[in-house]
């Protein structure tokens, strides 16, 4: 009789530590096995939504991204040389 009792709470058990071990991406919401904190702002993202290695969620990686390309292009029309004679 009891059994029924003592099986109901195993799982509620379970279900409970399941869900602390599974940390919450920020990002995507889904439930994943590791999150990583993003260094510049702080968002916990899981792998699919930033760049482990460098602890950036791919928000912080596309600002990176952007301002790189541009000071690439700058340089080049300044020290571009005219025709002249
Ligand atoms: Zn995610
Ligand atoms: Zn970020």
Redesign the pocket.
């Known amino acids: 009789m009891s059994d029924t009792h003592l099986s109901a709470d195993v799982l509620r058990g379970d279900l409970r530590r399941r869900t602390r071990e599974m940390p919450k991406?920020e990002?995507?919401y889904?439930d994943?096995d590791k999150v990583y904190t993003c260094k510049t702002c702080g968002t916990e993202?899981?792998v699919?939504?930033g760049d482990p290695k460098k602890k950036i969620c791919i928000l912080c990686i596309e600002d990176e991204e952007e301002e790189d390309e541009e000071e690439d292009e700058d340089e080049e029309v300044e020290e571009k040389p005219k025709k002249r004679r």
Request: glycine share 0%; aromatic share 12%.
């Open positions: 991406c990002i995507c889904e994943v993202f899981c699919d939504c």
